[in-house]
């Protein structure tokens, strides 16, 4: 499959303090790229430089599988976007500020714009002057200008904000249409994994400026894992049993009294039993399920040292 978007150890310094540092992102053609990660953690200033608002420090970035070239340009007209805060002409109306984005892009088309319209719900309003819009709908004409070109590519930097629960679950089914009915590849921000989760089919974790994982949203939700937690006020000895007396080696120490054990080929009885019989003071042990949300923020917490689940003593 052809990317759409490919950079290698693209970074961005702020005069000493590089906010973006060696990213290697790759988004294939057609599908929705969950661009994950905490505020400030530099998600922005990716899009931006692969807009050509951000000048890099360093790397490079393939569009449309074209290198960039300082000063090219062209590649813009294949790409939709919204990111920040949208501006419109407040005494325009919603179809006349979109008639004047397709003008100035070089594509206009009245029926995609009626299109547009119709996809974000704004059609019976679009003759109503913006500044008469709320907040969410607003957001909802910024994605409607963003597609009224049809581009290739959508640039979505949080687009969920400011929308209410109807217009989050009317967000997220129009980007499963652009990319099926469409064939558009969207790289969509988000600081929660909750929005990202539910519509992306692969996900881009980024922290610090530092991407941590690359993942398809298939391969996680495989390499889910249950686990038995165990809390002990002696995890030493508690470690000691499960190597030396169970021959157990997939588990780690998550907490000071809490221990995590992967293997389960060892049933909860023989853990228990086995801990008991060797003086290890139990507080609880408990069957549990990795959920996506803890597997990031382990993902987080350890930097690029992710391999969860870590072997004993690693
Ligand atoms: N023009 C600038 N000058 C100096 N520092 C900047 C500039 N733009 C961004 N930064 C810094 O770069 C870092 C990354 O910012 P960025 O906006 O890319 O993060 P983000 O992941 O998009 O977060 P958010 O969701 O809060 O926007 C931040 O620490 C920010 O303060």
Same mark, same amino acid.
């Given at each position: 499959?052809? =990317?759409? !978007?490919?950079?290698?150890?693209?970074?961005?310094?702020?005069?000493?303090?590089?906010?973006?540092? =060696?990213?290697?992102?790759?988004?294939?053609?057609?599908?929705?790229?969950?661009?994950?990660?905490?505020?400030?953690?530099?998600? $922005?200033?990716?899009? &931006?430089?692969?807009?050509?608002?951000?000048?890099?420090?360093?790397?490079?970035?393939?569009?449309?599988?074209?290198?960039?070239? /300082?000063? $090219? =340009?062209?590649?813009?007209?294949?790409?939709?976007?919204?990111?920040?805060?949208?501006?419109? #002409?407040?005494?325009?109306? %919603?179809?006349? =500020?979109?008639?004047?984005? %397709?003008? #100035?892009?070089?594509?206009?088309?009245?029926?995609?714009?009626?299109?547009?319209?119709?996809?974000?719900?704004?059609?019976?309003?679009?003759?109503? /002057?913006? &500044?008469?819009?709320?907040?969410?709908?607003?957001?909802?004409?910024?994605?409607?200008?963003?597609?009224? *070109?049809? /581009?290739?590519?959508?640039?979505?930097?949080?687009?969920?904000?400011?929308?209410? /629960?109807?217009?989050?679950?009317?967000?997220?089914?129009?980007?499963?249409?652009?990319?099926?009915?469409?064939?558009? @590849?969207?790289?969509?921000?988000?600081?929660?994994? $909750?929005?990202?989760?539910?519509?992306?089919?692969?996900?881009?974790?980024?922290?610090?400026?530092?991407?941590?994982?690359?993942? @398809?949203?298939?391969?996680?939700?495989?390499?889910?894992?249950?686990?038995?937690? !165990?809390?002990?006020?002696?995890?030493?000895?508690?470690? +000691?049993?499960?190597?030396?007396?169970?021959?157990?080696?997939?588990?780690?120490?998550?907490?000071?009294?809490?221990?995590?054990?992967?293997?389960?080929?060892?049933?909860?009885?023989?853990?228990? &039993? *086995?801990?008991?019989?060797?003086?290890?003071?139990?507080?609880?042990?408990?069957?549990?399920?990795?959920?996506?949300?803890?597997? +990031?923020?382990?993902?987080?917490?350890?930097?690029?040292?992710?391999?969860?689940?870590?072997?004993?003593?690693?």
């Amino acid at each position: 499959m052809t =990317n759409t !978007i490919r950079t290698r150890m693209l970074s961005k310094s702020y005069k000493s303090t590089e906010t973006v540092s =060696n990213v290697d992102i790759t988004v294939k053609r057609g599908e929705i790229y969950g661009f994950l990660g905490p505020n400030g953690a530099g998600k $922005s200033t990716v899009m &931006k430089m692969l807009l050509g608002l951000v000048r890099p420090t360093g790397g490079e970035i393939e569009l449309f599988g074209e290198k960039l070239m /300082p000063g $090219s =340009n062209e590649h813009l007209k294949r790409i939709g976007h919204l990111i920040e805060t949208p501006v419109f #002409y407040e005494r325009l109306t %919603a179809a006349q =500020n979109l008639d004047l984005h %397709a003008e #100035y892009m070089g594509y206009h088309n009245k029926e995609a714009i009626g299109e547009a319209l119709r996809m974000v719900q704004l059609i019976g309003v679009d003759n109503k /002057p913006v &500044k008469e819009f709320s907040l969410g709908m607003k957001q909802r004409l910024a994605i409607a200008r963003a597609i009224c *070109t049809r /581009p290739e590519l959508l640039l979505l930097d949080e687009p969920i904000n400011g929308l209410d /629960p109807e217009g989050i679950q009317l967000m997220r089914s129009l980007f499963r249409r652009l990319r099926d009915e469409w064939g558009i @590849s969207i790289l969509i921000s988000s600081h929660l994994l $909750s929005e990202i989760e539910q519509i992306a089919d692969t996900i881009g974790v980024i922290d610090r400026g530092h991407l941590i994982r690359e993942v @398809s949203l298939d391969e996680l939700r495989a390499s889910r894992t249950d686990y038995v937690e !165990i809390a002990t006020p002696n995890a030493a000895l508690a470690a +000691f049993v499960l190597t030396e007396k169970l021959g157990i080696e997939r588990f780690k120490q998550t907490g000071e009294r809490v221990l995590r054990v992967y293997d389960m080929n060892v049933s909860q009885e023989t853990l228990s &039993k *086995t801990l008991i019989l060797n003086d290890v003071p139990i507080e609880s042990i408990n069957r549990r399920h990795h959920s996506l949300e803890e597997y +990031f923020f382990d993902m987080i917490k350890g930097g690029d040292n992710h391999d969860a689940p870590r072997q004993a003593g690693a």
